[in-house]
């Protein structure tokens, strides 16, 4: 089989280290910010003549438009994913822009080749959905071409970021199972990886909210995380690890409802039904969710006006926007038959 | 919004009508196969120059290898799909060949931009999952580049196809049907349209199946077909509209898990219950038809198997083998809750 190494292609950290600078003063010259010395100007425009490296604007003006949108996905198997990818396909309707999507793989270093994949293919334009690579490669991608990043909730100066108020869903997830008189409540989600970005991330959020609201009702002696990713094995393995508890939990929040379904084959597995011996709550509001086999309590974040806003902001970047901004969509609890009061104590 | 087109690209059906031959003969011609007249090859060879039309081998050592696979997908929320990107994603493993897909959308307008984004990528090969376009497209995007197509049943001297034995496993369904004691069995499924081949497609296949088994049973009174495709929106409008018989069916075959969703959602609103009042049986065996509340009777033709497969071919085209294969998976039945023996008549 063919292994033949492409060269690596040069990124903005490469740049950054030969010319001595960090990587914001490299990202501040190709921007042509203001605040930026002409001797650190000069020394930034050197090292990238010398290592080759082809910022955004440049390489676009040399390879001219492709009208090809590219699109990170996690996972194929998340159904809330197509709901974005619809809303963007809306935006897209009536122009010439066509997408292709990679999806990241299990790990960060697949999630890397992922996106070198899609950079390589000289895509106008990039949305990354909840990448877990750190923050210099974004901005590394972004600093190449017009990127949106969903699910993270840091700024950035290069990019724009579309993402859901995490902390207000998971509250209304948590305090939702409070309210139903429950006090044994367990999550399923976040599991950093070494590589991995630690903060602003999607569902370290919603881990730690859930964690907060539990502390603020003084709960913390029953806080109960199993660490596992938003996939349905994921879903299952932690569940699995929280029945074994004892006593185990009267309710499950999962941090998405890929996860959730994968909770819900451990428990009808384990002989609990839904919600009689268990309250399960997931997060996306899928349509699987909505499935009145499956009857689950979600947080609604409407992936349409994601992916449709996602899309009107790589527009407007394609068409010259540089500044950056950040748009948020307010969730709303969408309570269904999978959660209910807990049993009596025996 | 941008809106300048794209010059289109000379296709292999353009040279054929410039050189006033087939489109077989010019395939022959390019791919210097035996029995061409060295008049036949000129006339070809000039209408190429002319029309500036780039075939796969030529237009390869061009550009190099992108270590790129394309792969178009029909729909982005059918379960079945990620199977069998799991499938080639493991046999591209220990490869630097990174997948790109592009998603196919609701009609042949549709399929053939998103087919033409991935040609215009560079990809060194492309999987082409249940295509509805024409022949004469396939084979135009087989001309250029190594190109094995799922799910379709005719064979091609361009491209090789990889399909579960679509026949066997819709006769798997319905006798299972017909052996639970059922006779209003009612199909969901196959919807051509106007511009899109109407053989030889995999729901094709399974909707003639379903009819000639049900004739070979002397029910040929009792075929009823909603026409519609592989989806969750409209295996549920497929549904309402076999429910509105009088009588309505006692089981309903969709060609698809996802459209089976779709019809157990449509089932849940009407008030029936599964499988008291209504047998219900898919097609893929997907992860969902496992999970206990929904609990689907389907047949499994194994993704990953197929997926493998085709990116063993792939490679191997890839690596200059030029004749064609075809590859067939033999499909089980997995009985499941769904499916149970009709209520007594009232």
């Given amino acids: 089989m063919a292994t033949r190494e492409r060269p690596r292609r040069v990124t ?6 030969h010319a001595g600078v960090s990587t914001t003063a490299v990202s501040k010259v190709l921007r042509s910010a203001y605040g930026v ?17 082809r910022p955004h604007a440049a390489a676009r003006a040399m390879r001219g438009r492709t009208f090809t949108i590219g699109v990170l996905l996690p996972d194929l198997r998340n159904p809330f994913f197509p709901d974005i990818l619809d809303g963007l396909s809306e935006q897209l309707a009536g122009t010439d822009y066509q997408v292709i999507m990679v999806q990241g793989g299990p790990d960060v270093t697949a999630e890397t080749r992922a996106i070198d994949a899609l ?111 938003y996939t349905e094995e994921a879903g299952y393995r932690g569940a699995r690890e929280l029945l074994e ?31 009689a011996d268990v309250s399960l709550a997931g997060y996306d509001n899928t349509r699987l969710a909505a499935l009145s086999s499956i009857s689950l309590t979600s947080v609604d974040q409407d992936g349409a006006v994601m992916g449709r806003t996602a899309g009107r902001l790589l527009l407007e970047r394609i068409e010259g926007r540089t500044s950056s901004v950040r748009f948020s969509v307010t969730p709303s609890l969408v309570p269904r038959r999978s959660t209910g009061p807990p049993a009596p104590e025996a």
């Fill in 245 to 275: 508890r004892s006593p185990r939990p009267t309710a499950i929040f999962a941090g998405a409802d890929l996860a959730a379904l994968g909770a819900l084959r451990a428990l009808h597995e384990a002989g609990l039904s839904v919600p």
């Fill in 12 to 17: 903005i950290a490469d740049v950054a280290r």
């Fill in 119 to 229: 950079v390589d293919r000289q895509v106008d334009g990039i949305l990354m959905i909840a990448p877990r690579v750190r923050r210099v490669r974004l901005e590394d991608v972004a600093a190449q071409m017009p990127t949106v990043v969903l699910g993270l909730h840091e700024k950035s100066a290069l990019y724009d970021v579309v993402h859901d108020d995490d902390e207000l869903g998971a509250e209304l997830v948590v305090r939702h199972l409070i309210g139903l008189g429950h006090r044994r409540i367990a999550h399923i989600g976040y599991t950093p990886g070494s590589r991995e970005r630690a903060v602003g991330v999607l569902d370290a959020i919603r881990a730690e909210t859930y964690a907060r609201v539990m502390r603020e009702h003084g709960l913390q002696s029953q806080i109960a995380v199993a660490r596992a990713a």
């Fill in 37 to 53: 010395s002409p001797a650190m100007r000069e020394r930034v425009k050197a090292a990238i003549e010398e290592l080759g490296y």
